[in-house]
């Protein structure tokens, strides 16, 4: 397989709306100024996601000659204000907060919001322009612009010093602190704010790239989202260095040589990654979030709909530690654990699913038969304090990985993976909640030590999950499914307190699948390339390379599967995962 085949930017070209689409600052005030031209008042609302460059938005929108230009953000309740409000969700800890349910009106000052109404309200005519996160709170708007960025974005600036977070001046503070602040509180508000807004937005202003925006008319994104939900397609990856970071990645897939090693690549996780939208000659960025809270039911199933709610449920990324070093030996929630201590309503239940290994590999999974579960936390304890490095030959089991191997890791099971493992991670969404037990003594990428929360993983380590039940149920637990003229279909997981169904099938001819009304995510194990076709031709032929993730939305129903030019004659292989009903 040539490593550029592996499409970093994939996009869906959306159909029907082809002059919808605007790029550059210029372009979009002068269609703009097309639309306002003929009214005598009017007033833009353009409410923006936190991490705009809000700057770079008024001095642009001056350009207009506004007869009125107000920063929504001037209503906003102070700093401390907000620390006092958001203090029960902030906690101390550097990384875990409690998920915020407020509401945006809270973080704003009433008095403040009627007074700018009121100078919206005195202007008799001409152009008023009110922008900046809550603006809609201000006025609903004549015209509604939604300006929107990627999460992956926001944690570029985040790192750069750029931004800190919305309502603080805290760019300088721990970037584990600020990162905790947006996906504990940020983040869960204003998605809440901006997912009425986008149903009924005149555009939405895509702000990822500086001076250089994107603007789509809300009937095209609508449209677009609406014919995703219709069809296979990809996020768009994002890939990061880190400490325990290998080089297969780098080399597999042609990433920027210049970076000492790439740790993850959340190759699905809509949560966090982009979605790009080709509106005729236009390439329009938004948060692939967007489309999971506009449109869940034709995305995810009724059922996943009627139990998640607007989230994606199911995870795949990727762990490489191929030339690198161990992750950290680490342990996920029980339920009961997040629900009661962050807020989450379901847990970090994962699986690693070996896309390729050296022949040392081997993944660390469960304690050893007969330990002491008290001496093996004191021996934590010990090493987290600095007087010795964990034992954890004594205490942790090891065993030989190898490439298709598949390693259940329901909650509460104590793991990581060792050296020169290629790790796809199938896995439920929550990410975040990684109880780090031991770090083998090292300092992250910033010099600093990477937090380890030794109290919270001693509350939920199963010890039960000894040597001889790890391998009775989280080790290779492959049952023949079906077969037929060349393919054959296995269950591979996940354990009984997952919620996720893992399929693998293997085929060398074209093989049927449907979606029997829930979400499907899938990835090409082996193989260089394959195509996945409709039957009644609802979709255009959509072409996946290997080591490549892509989403069936529950809406499609019946679709096929088939080697693809270089790979017709070759066996192949998918890794299919959904909700159990």
Same mark, same amino acid.
């Given at each position: ?298 995305? =995810?199933?009724?059922? /996943? %709909?009627?139990?998640? &709610? *607007? ?10 530690? +191929? ?124 010099? =600093?030590?990477?937090? /380890? %929360?030794?109290?919270? &993983? *001693? ?10 039940? +790890? ?111």
């Amino acid at each position: 397989m040539k490593p550029e085949q592996y499409d970093k930017w994939p996009e869906i070209r959306v159909a029907g709306f082809e002059n919808q689409a605007w790029r550059g600052w210029d372009a979009i005030q002068q269609h703009l100024a097309s639309c306002l031209s003929a009214q005598q008042k009017s007033v833009v609302v353009i409410d923006c996601y936190p991490g705009v460059r809000l700057e770079e938005l008024r001095q642009q929108l001056t350009r207009l000659s506004p007869a009125l230009l107000i920063n929504a953000e001037t209503a906003r309740h102070s700093e401390a204000h907000l620390h006092d409000l958001l203090a029960g969700n902030l906690t101390d800890d550097r990384v875990f907060g409690v998920l915020s349910c407020h509401q945006p009106g809270e973080f704003f000052c009433a008095d403040r919001l009627v007074a700018l109404r009121k100078n919206v309200d005195a202007v008799e005519e001409g152009l008023v322009i009110v922008y900046g996160t809550g603006a809609a709170l201000v006025h609903p708007g004549d015209t509604l612009i939604y300006a929107d960025l990627a999460r992956w974005e926001i944690q570029q600036r985040f790192r750069s010093g750029e931004l800190g977070n919305w309502g603080v001046d805290n760019q300088d503070e721990d970037i584990l602190r600020r990162y905790k602040r947006a996906f504990f509180i940020e983040w869960r508000v204003f998605d809440r704010h901006k997912t009425p807004l986008l149903r009924r937005a005149d555009f939405l202003l895509d702000t990822n790239r500086q001076d250089d925006p994107a603007l789509i008319t809300g009937e095209a994104l609508r449209g677009g989202l609406r014919q995703a939900t219709r069809q296979p397609f990809r996020v768009v990856p994002f890939f990061d260095p880190g400490v325990w970071g290998g080089q297969w990645m780098k080399n597999r897939f042609n990433l920027d040589p210049s970076k000492p090693n790439y740790a993850w690549c959340f190759d699905c996780v809509p949560e966090e990654n982009s979605l790009l939208l080709r509106v005729g000659d236009v390439r329009i960025e938004i948060p692939s979030q967007d489309l999971v809270l506009l449109y869940p039911r034709p995305l =995810l199933g009724e059922k /996943v %709909h009627a139990r998640f &709610g *607007a989230e994606f449920p199911i995870r795949f990324d990727f762990l490489d530690t +191929v030339g690198g070093q161990n992750l950290s030996f680490q342990v996920h929630p029980v339920t009961e654990y997040i629900q009661q201590h962050f807020g989450m309503h379901y847990t970090q239940d994962e699986s690693y699913y070996l896309l390729d290994a050296t022949p040392e590999a081997e993944i660390y999974l469960g304690t050893k038969s007969g330990i002491e579960p008290q001496e093996m936390l004191d021996d934590l304890a010990a090493a987290q304090r600095g007087e010795k490095a964990f034992t954890d030959e004594k205490f942790v089991n090891r065993f030989p990985a190898r490439k298709h191997d598949h390693f259940l890791i329901p909650a509460g099971t104590v793991h990581c993976a060792g050296a020169g493992a290629m790790v796809l991670e199938i896995s439920a969404t929550p990410y975040i909640f990684t109880f780090k037990l031991w770090d083998w003594g090292r300092l992250g990428l910033d010099g =600093l030590p990477r937090p /380890v %929360h030794l109290a919270h &993983g *001693a509350q939920v380590i199963d010890w039960q999950r000894d040597t001889q039940w +790890v391998s009775d149920h989280l080790i290779n637990q492959v049952e023949p499914v079906a077969e037929g003229d060349g393919w054959r279909e296995e269950r591979t997981g996940l354990h009984e307190r997952e919620f996720i169904e893992t399929r693998r099938h293997w085929f060398s001819k074209p093989v049927t699948h449907h979606t029997q009304g829930t979400v499907n995510v899938l990835n090409l194990v082996e193989g260089s390339e394959a195509l996945v076709e409709s039957p009644e031709n609802a979709f255009h032929p959509f072409v996946v390379h290997y080591a490549e993730t892509f989403i069936v939305p529950a809406a499609v129903g019946e679709y096929r599967i088939s080697p693809y030019r270089s790979s017709i004659g070759t066996q192949l292989a998918t890794m299919k995962a959904w909700v159990r009903g």
